[in-house]
């Protein structure tokens, strides 16, 4: 193919120049004496992107996966009982996770395109005098369906039944790119991972964890079988303490940290406000595109459709795989696929990370294309001249008409 390809699926995102530049250096002694001096005050900026104060955020090598994992075996025995809600392939897979590592898992379905189920937590939680519940789980951004939860207000309900489980939240899509707050909204510990909205290659699982998991995982007898499901590679104890002194237990992925240095200076640099703003602007382009093609948004309403990516559902007799096929085989453009119980109903546009709007237009030309050459009936050009329209409004126009 000539040219350019498209990446427009969420996560991997776009990598700037200026992150693969960071990274393309010889490989460095993590045991250097100066190695702290790089360190400290990465880890310590991390906590700005978090908005945690009081918290700690820990590296390992690995993904948002094992950042899942990691939440779970520092934290829980087996048979604790969690409460979590699968509406979307992550927050299901998250939930299977708990399931295989032995807890007792109360897992509420939603239909796929719905958001965490606020007054379902609430019931449960209320029913549960004894605190039988020892952790609430959250899929902030559920990539899949490009759904936004509420993690606010699954706090507010632990706060107003006095209830004590942990609130453990997958960011992996939304932190960086979406307003996160890990000490107001009271998250005990919240993963992320290197290849959306930090920019980077996959590689990094980044785990927030509050100043209360740290107290309870400093203070927890290390005897075998006494401690949590067992972390080994994960222990968060281990890393705090390793960190402490601006190392780690074991190699570090450093390459991948100079490259992390780069994506949080770069993040700070536009300001966190300016980088949501900037996702939203974008996000409703792609929303205004689907309005204009007749198409229907995979997430249910508009309070819940996620900045950082949208699930386009193609319509009854129509197949999504084959827009996803046609759009990469003749047009260079990865759109996302439909995972499981959307698979061939929909096609993901991710709108996230180092991303400007003419970006979001290749790929909304290429979604076009791609949806003409399979027989998709709608107007060439209509979703395109509805984000062009939506982009060349000011910020304030855009917010007027919002509203
Ligand atoms: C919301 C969410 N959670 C978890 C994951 C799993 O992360 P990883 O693929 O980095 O292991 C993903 C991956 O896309 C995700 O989008």
Redesign the pocket.
């Known amino acids: 193919m000539i040219g350019n390809k498209t990446l427009a699926v ?2 991997p995102t776009n990598m700037p120049t200026r992150i693969a530049q960071s990274m393309n250096i010889p490989l460095e002694d993590h045991r250097a004496p100066d190695f702290p001096d790089f360190v400290k005050p990465l880890l310590n900026d991390l906590k700005k992107v978090f908005k945690t104060e009081t918290g700690s955020v820990l590296v390992f090598p690995g ?4 950042g ?1 994992e990691a939440a779970i075996r520092n934290t829980l025995s087996a048979g604790d009982s969690v409460l979590v809600s699968s509406f979307g392939q ?1 927050s299901f897979l998250w939930a299977q996770m708990c399931r295989e590592l032995s807890l007792d898992v109360n897992c509420i379905d939603q239909e796929w395109g719905k958001a965490t189920p606020l007054e379902e937590y609430r019931r449960v939680l209320t029913e549960d005098r004894a605190h039988k519940v020892k952790a609430v789980l959250v ?1 902030h ?3 899949a369906t490009g759904v936004t939860s509420n993690v606010a207000a699954v706090r507010a309900i632990l706060n107003d039944l006095n209830h004590p489980a942990l609130l453990f939240v ?1 960011g ?2 939304s932190i960086g790119s979406i307003d996160f707050k890990m000490d107001e909204w009271g998250v005990d510990v919240a993963v992320s ?1 290197s ?1 959306k909205g930090f920019m980077l290659p ?1 590689g990094l699982a980044i785990v927030g964890v509050s100043e209360k998991v740290n107290y309870q995982i400093q203070n927890v007898s290390r005897r075998p079988g006494d401690t949590y499901l067992g972390c080994g590679y994960f222990d968060f104890a281990n890393m705090i303490s390793a960190n402490e002194s601006g190392y780690f237990p074991y190699t570090p992925a450093a390459t991948l940290l100079r490259g992390l240095r780069t994506s949080v200076d770069m993040l700070l640099e536009e300001g966190l406000d300016n980088v949501f703003a900037r996702h939203t602007r974008l996000a409703n382009g792609v929303r205004a595109a689907v309005d204009a093609w007749g198409l229907k948004n995979c997430a249910q309403t508009p309070d819940i459709f996620s900045d950082t990516v949208t699930a386009i559902m193609v319509g009854e007799g129509y197949d999504a795989n084959m827009v996803i096929q046609t759009a990469y085989k003749k047009y260079g453009v990865s759109l996302g696929a439909g995972l499981s119980k959307v698979a061939g109903k929909v096609f993901r546009i991710g709108h996230l990370g180092w991303l400007n709007e003419t970006m979001v237009l290749q790929a909304l030309g290429g979604a076009e294309l791609a949806m003409r050459d399979v027989g998709i009936d709608f107007e060439a050009g209509s979703g395109l001249g509805a984000a062009v329209k939506l982009y060349t409004q000011s910020p304030q126009e855009m917010a007027m008409a919002a509203e």
């Open positions: 969420p996560g993904s948002g996966t094992g899942w992550f899929c951004n559920e990539t997958d992996v899509s991972g290849q996959t």
